[in-house]
C-alpha cells in the first residue's frame, strides 16, 4: 500500500523558518519523483517544488525560489521541504505527492498518490 506521511507543519510569525517532512512506503522511492503542493482556502491546489529521486534535478514554482529548498533523502524514503522567510501568503495546507517515473513536474496532473496534508500558518 502507497503511503505519504506528511509532518512538519505548524504556525510562524512571518519571517521564520519550518522544515516539511514526507515519509513515503510501498513503491520503489528511486523510480518516482516527489512533489509538494499547496492550497488555500478558496484557492486551487498549486505547485510548490518537486524532486526527482533518480538523479535530484529540481523544480521550483517562481513564488518560492530562493525561499524553499527540497531535498531527498533516498535512504530513508523521504523527502524534506525547507521553508525560509516565510510570508503570510505562504499559508495553506501542503501536501505531499508521487509520480510514476523520475521527471520531476510541479504540474499537479501527473501525480499518482497524495497524502493527507500539513497545514502551514505564517502569521504577520
Known amino acids: 500500500e502507497v503511503q505519504l506521511v506528511e509532518s512538519g507543519g505548524g504556525l510562524v510569525q512571518t519571517g521564520g523558518s519550518l522544515r516539511l517532512s514526507c515519509a513515503a512506503s510501498?513503491?520503489?522511492?528511486?523510480?518516482?519523483?516527489i512533489g509538494w503542493f499547496r492550497q488555500a482556502p478558496g484557492k486551487e491546489r498549486e505547485g510548490v517544488s518537486s524532486?526527482?529521486?533518480?538523479?535530484?534535478?529540481?523544480f521550483y514554482a517562481d513564488s518560492v525560489k530562493g525561499r524553499f529548498t527540497i531535498s531527498s533523502d533516498n535512504a530513508k524514503n523521504t523527502v524534506h521541504l525547507q521553508m525560509n522567510s516565510l510570508k503570510p501568503e505562504d499559508t495553506a495546507v501542503y501536501y505531499c505527492?508521487?509520480?510514476?517515473?523520475?521527471?520531476?513536474?510541479?504540474?499537479?496532473?501527473?501525480?499518482?498518490?497524495w497524502g493527507q496534508g500539513t497545514q502551514v500558518t505564517v502569521s504577520s
Open positions: 524532486i526527482s529521486n533518480s538523479d535530484g534535478r529540481t
Open positions: 510501498g513503491f520503489t522511492f528511486e523510480d518516482h519523483a
Open positions: 505527492a508521487a509520480k510514476i517515473g523520475p521527471t520531476g513536474t510541479i504540474a499537479t496532473i501527473w501525480y499518482d498518490y
